[in-house]
């Protein structure tokens, strides 16, 4: 015979998927036939497997022990090592000797309780796994929860509920229990999560109001472009941008796209480069990237949509000479803040979750004392 006391982690999940957690190696029909003969018992009553399992609940199993160990696979092994090395190998192949590497211990965790985490991001690193062989932030947040000792057999591994493109640095949220991944994945579903961005990008960019768009995505190129349908400056003299969208919003064409939105505030402007927060209204894939580029001014160190020469002109300033046999420098996008709506299903925390990281370092104040400018 054994107990199993249900923790957090375990929480929220049907007894029937409890148990098949707990014992991989049984087939469901060997639950359904113990629960029916009460061999299984869920606080000492029969179940017929549905009921949600929660805190403090206790499981009896009167089962032998060389049954439940025949049905049970080893407790999770430390793979961290075998991981991390192919972590590593795919760095160096991507960046070089860089810094882009991260393990568990490099982790920035920016919040954390029961049920939900939220982290820093490096530039360079992937969300999540492109293939087999990568090792992304997600990765990285298992095997902290495991390192801290909250990751067993029956737990539900962290998964995240929010991406960045690789080079974009910034906030990851990810749910540590069934609870935290519903009432995360219900919210960003929902759009109820402020999403805020701090940028520097090419030219002026000296207004402040709303950007709407359609985009267009190239599946083969992995590459989007947008056209500008309506601009809304937040002042009432004139239209935002109208000097790049003028005649944009007359295009009929609107098959293969989706409708994109943004907030644009400047922080600081000089005639060569602005320093911007933006809000992600809409959450399209390298939209902020594109809808800037797309008005003239594209996120400094974006290859794909900026212009490469300007670029390298900046990062040579930044770092005072030419880049001769350095790596490829991170493009200057951070997902520097999220706020969180209240969560009834994550109890009563803080007011809100709230997460605002540093601006974007270094870079942003040279700009504003003039020592990256124009020549």
Same mark, same amino acid.
Request: net charge neutral; aromatic share 8%.
């Given at each position: 015979m054994q107990k199993?006391?249900?923790?957090?982690?375990?929480?929220?999940?049907?007894?029937i998927k409890f148990l098949s957690r707990y014992m991989?190696?049984?087939p469901k029909s060997f639950f359904y036939k113990m629960l029916r003969k009460k061999n299984i018992v869920l606080n000492g009553k029969k179940s017929d497997g549905t009921d949600m399992v929660k805190m403090g609940d206790e499981i009896t199993l009167f089962l032998s022990d060389e049954t439940i160990d025949k049905f049970r696979e080893e407790e999770i092994k430390d793979v961290r090592t075998k991981r991390l090395n192919s972590y590593e190998k795919h760095v160096k192949k991507l960046y070089g000797d860089?810094?882009?590497s991260i393990t568990a211990e490099d982790l920035?965790?920016?919040?954390?309780?029961?049920?939900?985490?939220?982290?820093?991001?490096?530039?360079?690193?992937?969300?999540?796994?492109?293939?087999?062989?990568?090792?992304?932030i997600n990765e990285v947040i298992i095997d902290y929860v495991r390192e801290n000792d909250e990751l067993t057999a029956t737990s539900v591994k962290p998964a995240i509920c929010n991406r960045l493109d690789r080079n974009t640095s910034g906030v990851i949220?990810?749910?540590?229990?069934?609870?935290?991944?519903? *009432? !995360?994945?219900?919210?960003? @579903?929902?759009?109820?999560?402020?999403?805020?961005?701090?940028?520097?990008?090419?030219?002026?960019?000296?207004?402040?109001?709303?950007?709407e768009g359609r985009l267009y995505k190239d599946e083969e190129n992995n590459k989007v472009t947008v056209e500008i349908v309506s601009s809304k400056e937040s002042a009432a003299?004139?239209?935002?941008?109208?000097?790049?969208?003028?005649?944009?919003?007359?295009?009929?064409?609107?098959?293969?796209?989706?409708?994109?939105?943004?907030?644009?505030?400047?922080?600081?402007?000089s005639d060569s480069y602005s320093y911007l927060e933006i809000e992600l209204i809409t959450g399209k894939s390298h939209q902020i990237r594109a809808q800037l580029a797309s008005i003239g001014n594209p996120v400094i160190g974006d290859f794909k949509y900026g212009n490469r020469n300007a670029n390298m002109a900046f990062?040579?300033?930044?770092?005072?000479? *030419? !880049?001769?046999?350095?790596? @490829?420098?991170?493009?200057?996008?951070h997902a520097y803040k999220l706020v969180m709506p209240e969560i009834e299903e994550l109890e009563e925390r803080a007011e809100s979750i709230k997460l605002k990281l540093k601006e974007i370092p270094d870079v942003s104040a040279a700009i504003r004392t003039g020592e990256i400018d124009e020549e």
């Open positions: 199993i006391n249900i923790t957090s982690a375990d929480s929220g999940q049907t007894l991989k190696n049984a860089s810094d882009k920035e965790v920016l919040y954390e309780d029961d049920d939900v985490i939220f982290v820093n991001k490096p530039a360079g690193v992937l969300s999540q796994k492109a293939d087999n062989a990568d090792v992304s949220s990810a749910g540590k229990s069934i609870t935290g991944l519903k *009432a !995360l994945s219900y919210m960003f @579903k929902a759009r109820s999560v402020k999403k805020y961005y701090r940028t520097i990008v090419m030219g002026k960019c000296d207004r402040k109001g709303i950007l003299d004139g239209n935002f941008f109208d000097a790049f969208g003028e005649g944009a919003a007359n295009s009929e064409d609107t098959m293969g796209c989706v409708p994109v939105k943004i907030s644009i505030e400047p922080l600081f402007v990062l040579e300033k930044q770092h005072g000479g *030419a !880049l001769k046999g350095k790596i @490829k420098p991170d493009m200057f996008l």
